[in-house]
């Protein structure tokens, strides 16, 4: 006879948005049976948002290579072995160009990279008139330029962004194996200053990088324990690049992948949690599942900021067979 568990008291009170998760919770929401784990998403899930929506953005490299960081994961680092060759930055008339078009694809929010430890102010000057000719289109805007100051944010604020993105990448704890040129605190500062601007964070992480479960626990508590929840929270998975010290890693099992998607939309309910960097090398199924594990955003486009992503037509024809519909900016939670 199959051993009966009594899974009622792992419901944490109809998903209370939670500040002060610990580390020994998250990880019991790891070990749940699968069927459970999804279970507990959906529901999160179904609370904030409606789950047939897809809420699609498009990202674009405004700036690559020549990083002087030494992100192990990056070939837009100039201390790897093999690197992108760097570039200048783009004119504000072509992005606009390009987020016109993002626009006509269904793109409702339009995201710029810039391969920067932190930018200088000349270049924030042309960021910012950037973000205020997007805005013009009626597209969201999201930026993701390495370290800011206060003064910074400032000015990203006032040119009306609407996210900062500045990940994670991974726990605490493993953080010195992928990254030495900034630390862990740095990254929490950073998000500090947009948070305190009145800037949406958006603030995930890679899975893949040698990390094990515990640092899977610990970057999730790290997220969900933040003063507020970051409003968007990418989940990367490695794309392993040649001539990169992580161009050798093991790839992250798929279901520990999908485990992770449920529980960052356990601990952080309200969030948009977006599938983003890895899309090409998932299957069909693995993105239906993390689908049915709480993902509500991807990037449409052929390409990230330097890798490849699916072709859009994929992505359509998986959204038909599942039912699934390209969201406007004001889909919400169903009340």
């Known amino acids: 006879m199959p051993l009966k568990r009594d899974f009622s008291t792992t419901i944490f009170n109809n998903f209370p948005i939670r500040h002060d998760w610990t580390k020994e919770e998250i990880a019991s929401l790891f070990q749940l049976p699968l069927p459970e784990l999804i279970y507990q998403a959906q529901t999160a899930h179904r609370l904030n948002f409606d789950p047939t929506q897809i809420q699609v953005s498009t990202l674009l490299s405004i700036k690559s290579g020549g990083c002087p960081e030494d992100c192990a994961y990056c070939p837009q680092s100039a201390k790897h072995e093999e690197k992108i060759k760097a570039d200048r930055l783009m004119s504000v008339e072509k992005v606009l160009e390009k987020a016109r078009a993002a626009k006509a694809e269904g793109a409702t929010r339009f995201c710029m990279g810039a391969a920067w430890r932190s930018p200088k102010d000349h ?6 008139a950037m973000i205020e000719g997007i805005k013009n289109l009626g597209l969201e805007t999201c930026v993701t330029l390495g370290m800011l100051n206060l003064e910074q944010t400032e000015k990203l604020k006032n040119a009306g962004l609407d996210y900062y993105n500045h990940n994670l990448d991974t726990s605490e704890e493993h953080y010195e194996k992928i990254i030495s040129t900034r630390t862990y605190q740095d990254r929490l500062d950073t ?17 893949g990088m040698n990390e094990d479960e515990a640092d899977r626990v610990s970057m999730i508590a790290t997220l ?6 970051p409003e968007s929270v990418p989940i990367n998975m490695l794309i392993r690049v040649k001539g990169t010290p992580l161009g050798n890693a093991d790839p992250i099992d798929p279901i520990d992948f999908i485990r992770t998607i449920a529980v960052a939309r356990i601990t952080m309910p309200e969030s948009y949690v977006r599938l983003a960097a890895g899309r ?10 993390c689908y049915l594990a709480g993902v509500n955003s991807i990037f449409l ?10 072709e859009k037509s994929s992505d359509l024809t998986l959204f038909n067979k599942l039912g699934l519909q390209i969201a406007n900016q004001q889909n919400r939670a169903i009340t």
């Open 224 to 229: 969900a324990n933040l003063p507020r929840h």
């Open 191 to 207: 998000l500090a200053f947009v948070r305190d601007a009145g800037i949406k964070v958006c603030c995930g992480g890679i899975l």
């Open 280 to 289: 090409t090398e998932m299957s069909n199924e693995m993105q239906t599942l």
């Open 301 to 310: 486009g052929e390409r990230l900021l330097t890798c490849p992503n699916p």
């Open 123 to 128: 270049d924030l000057e042309t960021v910012c």
